[in-house]
């Protein structure tokens, strides 16, 4: 508990790194999540799509089959597309992450060697700044959440925008 307690108020006193920390995995989570909903919007078209050329083959027995087969190619390559977005964010953001720890590792040197010094285990200083940095990222969450649940219609209906101009560039290619 005093642990928890240390590093809640370390991470009061450093507010830069905190806030910064905070609108960075905020942002992250965001752009995550919207692209799952991109994948998400794409499978359920598909399946809508699908099930409405069924019912017309059920009128029009004569109709061409190749438009089943080149929507599931479709609907792969953009998965696929999503996914590899969705990868690079991933590599991106733990390559930040890196980069953030390293220089909060930096800012905070003369901490450390303090903490170090006064007989402080090194295990003991990572798990503090391990909880330093799970209050921004759990603040973060619920920020995240509740923008969600606000904005859930405008979210939504952005992702099938942006789906349906992605699918007529595809077309058009």
């Known amino acids: 508990m005093t642990n928890l307690r240390q590093s809640f108020e370390a991470a009061k006193y450093h507010k830069k790194m905190t806030m910064a ?3 960075l995995f905020t942002l992250l989570l965001m752009a995550m999540t919207f692209i799952s909903q991109l994948k998400l919007t794409q499978s359920f078209t598909l399946t809508y799509l699908l099930n409405k050329w ?16 080149e929507l599931t190619k479709t609907n792969t390559s953009m998965i696929r597309y999503y996914n590899e977005w969705y990868f690079v964010l991933s590599v991106f953001s733990f390559i930040l992450f890196l980069v953030f720890s390293f220089y909060m590792m930096n800012k905070r040197k003369a901490e ?36 969600l649940l606000i904005f859930q ?19 058009e290619e």
Not at 54 to 69: G, I, S
Not at 117 to 142: C, D, N
Not at 153 to 171: E, G, K, W
């Open 21 to 23: 920390s905070f609108v």
């Open 54 to 69: 069924e019912q017309l083959k059920l009128y029009f027995p004569q109709l061409d089959t190749e438009l089943n087969k």
């Open 112 to 147: 450390i060697y303090s903490l170090t010094y006064i007989g402080v285990r090194r295990i003991q200083i990572f798990f503090r700044m391990v909880l330093e940095t799970i209050f921004p990222v759990i603040s973060g969450l619920f920020v995240s959440l509740v923008l």
């Open 153 to 171: 219609t405008p979210f939504v209906n952005q992702s099938l925008v942006l789906n349906q101009q992605l699918m007529n560039h595809y077309f």
